[in-house]
């Protein structure tokens, strides 16, 4: 067992302690969760309107989707995502006579986890609509609203009530999730963990340490997430 002297010197943010790297690793966990996120926000609310917009075969399509999405791990579909989407994205652009592209880790990152995410964000969204009263879109019809402005001034502020409790798991099933990046090569916090710990044989330290962030991510979340369903309920009875 180190001493704490030890210990504080290897969680130093200065060479040559590691800290520094587990906070580079932290911010890149943050950006890629966020970057993901907002990706899943997107095609999960295109996703849940097709889903309900009556189109049989986009619905088979989107039922495709987030059925292989949601039964297949995270791992094998971000490993398949990242090699195999390389590789048919180079194949295709061999096929157009263009030359071929090195995929950025950070970007395939983002829009492998953003994919994934987006199936479950179609699920949580679809449900959020549905448990919207009919009557005030009926309502919203009746007064000659265009659909968009349906869209935006009655769907979005009824639904994300609805909604934010799933979409506030699905931010920590994401910071969760982008560890898994790792596998691709990219560095971020349990890549930066396993290296520090490899280097130092402090294993026990730096994953207790990576653990700690982790919960402060967590705890951090759920703080925004609380004061965020304290605006967007406001003027509704207080839940149970």
Do not use: C
């Amino acid at each position: 067992m180190a001493s704490i002297e030890t210990m504080v010197q290897l969680l130093s943010p200065y060479p040559p302690g590691w800290g520094g790297t587990l906070l580079k690793g932290a911010v890149s966990t943050l950006a890629i969760s966020a970057g993901a996120y907002l990706i899943g926000i997107l095609i999960g609310m295109a996703g849940a309107l097709g889903k309900l917009s009556g189109n049989r075969p986009l619905g088979m399509v989107l039922n495709f989707y987030t059925t292989m999405i949601r039964a297949v791990p995270e791992l094998i579909l971000i490993v398949g995502l990242y090699y195999a989407g390389t590789d048919g994205l180079n194949r295709l652009l061999q096929w157009a006579g263009m030359p071929s592209l090195e995929i950025n880790g950070f970007a395939a990152a983002i829009a492998v986890l953003g994919f994934v995410q987006g199936a479950y964000m179609t699920e949580v969204l679809r449900g959020a609509i549905l448990a919207i009263p009919a009557g005030q879109i009926e309502a919203a019809r009746a007064f000659g609203m265009s659909p968009f402005l349906r869209f935006r001034r009655v769907v979005v502020p009824a639904l994300v009530p609805n909604a934010l409790p799933g979409l506030s798991n699905l931010w920590l099933a994401v910071t969760k999730d982008s560890a898994l990046v790792a596998v691709v090569g990219y560095q971020e916090l349990a890549l930066a963990t396993r290296l520090a710990g490899a280097s130092t044989k402090q294993y026990f330290l730096f994953f207790a340490a990576a653990a700690l962030m982790y919960l402060a991510i967590t705890l951090v979340s759920n703080l925004v997430f609380s004061l965020i369903e304290r605006r967007v309920r406001r003027g509704q009875p207080a839940l149970a």
